[in-house]
Structures are given as C-alpha cells and as structure tokens.
C-alpha cells in the first residue's frame, strides 16, 4: 500500500561559480557539509537513516561510491548502506524521487537524499595512455566536458542543444537574453534581501592565511540588456545562445531528508512539504533541453492536475 511521504528538513552549500570559490574542494567534502547539516537542522541521528542516495555527475578521479565516502565522512554509521546515481543535470531531483519511492514500497522511513557536484574539480584524461604511446603526442580530454557537457550520440556540445530548441521553437536571441536578465536580476534581488540565508550552510575554506567562510552564491551577477545584447553567440557562429543566457558552470550540493509520515508523526517531526508526485519524460537528445515538458505532464497527471 503507498504511503504518504513528506519532507522534513533541508539545506544547501552555497552556489559556487566555475574556478570560483568552491573549486579546490572535492565534491565529497561538499556532500559531507550538507550530509552534516541536514540531520543536525532536523535533530536525526545517522543511525536512524535507511539509506543515503545522492546523485553526482562529474565522479572521475574522485573515487568509489561519492555517495558512500560523503555519508561516511558524515559520521553515518558504516551499517547504513549508501549509493551514487547519474541522471546527469536531473541526478539530485531523481536521488529524492527514488527516495520517496521507496518510502512508499514500504522498504525504508528515513532517506537522506540529494546532490553534490564540483565542475571546477573535474580532472583531464589521458585517453589511450595505460598501455603507451608508440610515437606521437596524446590528447588530453577535459572531463567536465566530456562527461558533463557533451550530447555523446550527436557528438556536438551541450550548447548546440540549446540552439536547436531554440530553432525549432523560434526562441529569439531577444527573448532568451530577457530571460536570462530576468533571471540574474531576481537571483541577485533574492540574495540581497536574504531569502536565500536560511537553507545555506556556509563553507568554510582553508587558507594559507587563514579561513574564510563562503556563504553566498558567487554566480548571479549584475548586468544589463545592453551588454548581454552585445555577447558574441557561445556554440555557433550564427547562435543565440550566449555566455549571458545560458545556464552557468557551477560548484555546490544539497540535501534533503525523505520521511514516511508514520515515523515523522512517531519522531514529532514537522514536515516541509509533502511529495505528491514525480515523473520523469524522454526526448531525443538533440532538444534535451525540452525533456521536463513531458516529465511534467506526466507528474501533474499522477497528481490529478492541470
């Protein structure tokens, strides 16, 4: 029988932007901070937890299981078992659907979900190296590229995904530069007024010359219609996406506690929110971009809405 889940606490580094602030700090240390966090804000002991699921794009170099290490960096008994999921930009959203779903199987009450990622971490390869080269040089990959940023079945750029939606939808470059200008103006708006202190957990970064303790996302900057209007298009010579209206390259993690709400009324817990329902949509990978069009038909379909 499905049973009602809810969430009851969550937190979230600071956001920080590409070769930025965060950009010495490993995504398990990101995901250890939240980990942390989240039980603390809402008063669970590691021990209580089923599991812990966070997602995580970018894992080369950074050792097995991020998940497992973050968890049990935490301080998360090494009896409560924990795993890494992929779903590339939708890793963290599934980490907490998967929660929730098996919450509602009836196979855990507590889930510690969410996701961690350091793009500015993410190191070069050297493909064909292992066995050597007999003459010639090798070529280094950028794997924030390659396994982050790159359409694998069309081999082009994430960028030029962007340019097909906005082609086949005719989605201006002015429209897309309104967008992103919106977008900046409400994110710095937000931080100035400090919607964003309570779920931000700061970070605290050692120096040669002492700490300093980020605490505020460092991406959102303040601009203008003009300038934006005057970037040189990013992915392709006759483009409309540019450095300005497209998403940016950031460092960060976040968590949430997943809850039944039998054990949240039994631990007196106050929910946040309760998840009313999930979905996920598949397009051809060319329009990734337009993938939550259908994901969200489909969720508010389960929801009984419109």
């Not at 602030?21 to 590691?46: F, N, T, W």
Request: proline fraction near 4%.
């Amino acid at each position: 029988m499905s049973r009602e889940v809810v969430l009851v606490g969550a937190c979230r580094t600071p956001i920080g932007t590409f070769g930025g602030a965060l950009k010495d700090q490993p995504a398990v240390e990101l995901g250890r901070i939240v980990m942390e966090e989240v039980l603390k804000r809402s008063g669970i002991a590691g021990e209580m937890l089923d599991e812990v699921i966070f997602g995580c794009v970018l894992q080369a170099a950074q050792g097995q299981n991020v998940c497992r290490q973050a968890a049990i960096h935490a301080g998360i008994p090494n009896e409560v078992p924990a795993f890494t999921l992929n779903k590339v930009c939708g890793s963290g959203l599934r980490a907490v659907s998967l929660a929730a779903q098996i919450i509602r199987a009836g196979d855990a009450d507590i889930i510690l979900a969410g996701g961690m990622e350091n793009m500015s971490y993410a190191p070069y390869a050297v493909e064909k190296a292992r066995y050597g080269y007999r003459m010639n040089n090798g070529t280094l990959v950028d794997c924030m590229i390659k396994d982050g940023l790159w359409e694998a079945f069309n081999d082009y750029h994430m960028g030029i995904t962007a340019e097909n939606v906005a082609a086949q939808w005719n989605i201006s470059r002015e429209d897309q530069d309104e967008f992103g200008f919106r977008s900046q103006e409400r994110a710095a708006e937000a931080i100035a007024s400090g919607r964003f202190k309570d779920e931000i957990v700061p970070v605290v970064i050692k120096g040669k010359k002492g700490d300093t303790v980020f605490d505020t996302d460092e991406h959102p900057r303040r601009t203008t219609l003009e300038k934006m209007a005057g970037l040189k298009p990013a992915f392709k010579k006759d483009g409309t996406v540019t450095a300005g209206n497209a998403s940016g390259i950031n460092d960060g993690a976040a968590a949430v506690l997943v809850v039944s709400k039998e054990k949240a009324d039994e631990l007196g817990l106050r929910p946040m929110a309760r998840v009313v329902s999930y979905a996920s949509g598949g397009v051809d990978p060319s329009i990734m971009g337009v993938g939550p069009i259908p994901a969200t038909k489909k969720a508010l379909a389960k929801a009984g809405l419109t």
